[in-house]
């Protein structure tokens, strides 16, 4: 099994940036980020391919990018003009097996 570990979450002011970074202890096929918030089903975010081919949600295309490095088993997602909208827990997950990472909070201030 394929442990996953979200990091760089935290709180930031609307407008600003953060990236997250997703480190697997094995390698990795097919990722993706998704996000929670408060009341509201688990959404996709954004999806990457082995080979770095990219899905986005319509709400973060052109202020997130997703991405990765294939020998270091990391995938990133860096979020820029962050709204108060984009505050949820932040989860990678695996798509090949549905493993899941614990999840990086992040709070976007108005």
């Known amino acids: 099994q394929v442990k996953l570990v979200e990091s760089g979450g935290g709180l930031v002011q609307a407008g600003g940036s953060l990236t997250l970074s997703c480190a697997a202890s094995?390698?990795?096929?097919?990722m993706g980020w998704y996000r929670q918030a408060p009341g509201k089903q688990r959404e996709l975010v954004a999806s990457i391919t082995r080979g770095a081919r990219t899905n986005y949600a319509d709400s973060v295309k052109g202020r997130f990018t997703i991405s990765r490095d294939n020998a270091k088993n990391i995938v990133y997602l860096q979020m820029s003009n962050l709204k108060s909208e984009d505050t949820a827990v932040y989860y990678c997950?695996?798509?090949?097996?549905?493993?899941w990472g614990q999840g990086t909070q992040v709070t976007v201030s108005s």
């Open positions: 997950n695996e798509f090949d097996h549905g493993y």
């Open positions: 094995g390698s990795i096929n097919v």
